[in-house]
């Protein structure tokens, strides 16, 4: 045997890279394979589903079976999944981890959904599973509690995955690229800017078009109304499915390893397809008095784009990779990631001021449309749609800037959330007015629903660009400001108090509260803007001085929107009083100012 130091003067050894597999790899798999095998029993009992009756007559006709092509739409997507996870578990744990997180982050509001056929069942408008012939009360069978379990489980493999995903980005060579240049960039850098925009168009016509009701209907049975104010278990599973579509495709073109992004878009956009084919399939062939609405088509079209997303996103970065394996690109991909962040500014600018500039118009065109000799009505809340409008627009100007875009980009993202909240109000007054015979949406109304898009449209593009500038500085050190951190929380959690509070109540009539159930368009925009304050607050302490400083100012300046709508909505009361969501909104913009001075004085200190 040869000597230690023989070996050691040996000068024919030559270097090599160990290529074993990580030990995180390892620790990934398990989770994987559990995350497979959940989302395949899942998957059978949605195709169980094909051939058992959901609900049953307590007397008189019964229901019409469903469709068996829309049960198949509305199962065979889960299947799908679990086939790709068992596909992918043994050569990239992660990746099968991501295809069944994206679908049990949807299977959430799936399940909530599901619930509407144990505790209603012909008001949850099931229609690829039963179609009501008669009034006579129905009640839940097997099929029913087999749809529910189905999609619990979708949940549980979602978790499971997302175990998974946690655990393989603990390996060495995650999130790795052939071009060093594109080592940890986020995905949307590395897919392109072209593809990030229609994935993040796609989410948000997907998540929109789960708002708009399923089917149009003449049949005295079937009743499809508004969806929020259907029973709660539609208009909650429908806000929670059309969140997660948002959150999943925002953390997956986030996500630093383009596996992980390909997996989880595919996952969302085929439970969104399960969800909103089914509903296309069923209103075109559920007969006479049932028609397909809009908002399936849109849903059903926003769906398929998810998923070639999700199937191109792996390949078309790859292949950006090796274009930037040259010398020449590597060169001019120095800058990747400044040019990357201008052109997210630049979108969120164009986006902010269309919705900025439809909100205000929104508030000065007519809302409503009137049979003629009947005056046309007042809605207060154009008031406020007015003031978020332009504020947002004063806010997106400086994006079309470099020396600014970045200082201001947190501020916009979270002023356009304001859009939401006062377009929603709009909009709470046009779906109770338009239910009344010869009244119809106006040119203001339609302004309203282009400035709520583009809202969403801005709040993504500045997410992207905050990723995309992240990808330039030093983020090792996440322990962030205590100081900052427990103020902008409280501010947050205040504001959001108030934002659930009534702004005023009168002898007849109160401001939108959380109180009232079902909850109106105008309570959830409100929820909406509390769920982004206290999301923006906890974001800031771990930001850097002058980023989270806006990112509170922008805080607290939409909730300065909502609480001047008081003075300019409380008209509509006899006799108004100020509500305690004034008291609370106000304390809350003081907290959040406070905080946005502690976190700009960090760079001094």
Request: aromatic letters at 4%.
């Amino acid at each position: 045997m040869a000597s230690s130091s023989q070996i050691h003067r040996s000068d024919k050894a030559s270097p090599r890279v160990i290529e074993g597999r990580a030990q995180d790899d390892k620790g990934a798999r398990p989770p994987a394979i559990a995350a497979a095998a959940v989302a395949s029993i899942a998957a059978s009992l949605a195709l169980a589903v094909v051939v058992l009756d959901p609900v049953s007559a307590t007397s008189g006709d019964g229901p019409t079976g469903g469709l068996v092509g829309a049960s198949l739409v509305a199962s065979v997507p889960l299947a799908v999944v679990a086939v790709g996870a068992w596909l992918a578990v043994v050569r990239s744990p992660a990746l099968a981890g991501a295809v069944t997180a994206g679908y049990g982050a949807v299977a959430v509001g799936l399940t909530v959904l599901d619930l509407g056929l144990l505790l209603d069942p012909i008001d949850a408008n099931r229609l690829e599973l039963f179609r009501p012939i008669t009034a006579a009360v129905l009640e839940p069978s097997a099929g029913a509690y087999v749809v529910v379990a189905s999609h619990a489980l979708a949940v549980l493999a979602g978790l499971l995955g997302w175990i998974a995903v946690g655990r393989a980005s603990l390996s060495d060579g995650y999130g790795q690229s052939a071009s060093p240049d594109l080592t940890g960039r986020a995905a949307a850098a590395r897919v392109g800017g072209l593809l990030s925009t229609v994935a993040v168009v796609a989410a948000v016509i997907g998540a929109g078009a789960l708002f708009v009701p399923p089917f149009v209907s003449t049949d005295s049975i079937v009743l499809v109304p508004a969806v929020v104010e259907s029973p709660w278990t539609t208009a909650v599973g429908s806000a929670l499915a059309a969140l997660a579509v948002l959150v999943v495709a925002a953390s997956a073109l986030a996500s630093i390893s383009p596996v992980v992004a390909s997996g989880a878009l595919f996952g969302a956009g085929a439970a969104l397809i399960g969800l909103t084919g089914s509903r296309l399939l069923a209103g075109l062939a559920s007969g006479p008095g049932i028609e397909v609405s809009p908002g399936s088509v849109a849903g059903t079209a926003a769906a398929v784009v998810l998923l070639a997303a999700g199937v191109t996103a792996w390949p078309v970065a790859a292949a950006r990779e090796r274009r930037a394996g040259s010398d020449r690109v590597r060169r001019s991909g120095l800058d990747d990631g400044h040019l990357s962040s201008t052109r997210w500014h630049v979108v969120a600018g164009v986006a902010g001021v269309v919705s900025g500039v439809a909100s205000i118009a929104g508030g000065l065109l007519a809302v409503l449309v009137v049979p003629d000799g009947l005056p046309t009505p007042t809605i207060l809340a154009t008031r406020t749609a007015v003031i978020a409008g332009f504020v947002l627009v004063v806010a997106s100007v400086p994006l079309f800037f470099s020396l600014f875009a970045a200082t201001v980009r947190p501020a916009t993202g979270v002023l356009s959330v304001s859009v939401v909240m006062t377009g929603a109000g709009v909009l709470q007054a046009v779906v109770l007015a338009t239910d009344i015979d010869g009244i119809a949406i106006g040119s203001g109304g339609l302004a309203i629903i282009v400035a709520v898009v583009a809202a969403v449209v801005c709040g993504s593009a500045t997410l992207l660009a905050g990723s995309a500038e992240r990808d330039d500085v030093d983020t090792s050190d996440t322990t962030g400001d205590r100081v900052v951190g427990a103020v902008a929380l409280l501010g947050a959690v205040v504001a959001a108090i108030g934002l659930a509070l009534p702004l005023y109540s009168g002898s007849d009539v109160t401001a939108a509260t959380v109180t009232e159930i079902p909850w109106g368009w105008d309570v959830w925009g409100q929820m909406a803007l509390a769920v982004t304050l206290v999301v923006a607050a906890v974001v800031a302490a771990r930001s850097r001085p002058a980023r989270g400083a806006a990112l509170l100012a922008g805080g607290s300046a939409a909730v300065v929107v909502y609480v001047v709508g008081w003075p300019l909505t409380s008209g509509r009361a006899t006799d108004p009083t100020v509500g305690p969501g004034v008291v609370a909104g106000a304390l809350g913009c003081v907290i959040l100012v406070v905080a946005a001075l502690l976190s700009a004085r960090r760079r001094a200190r």
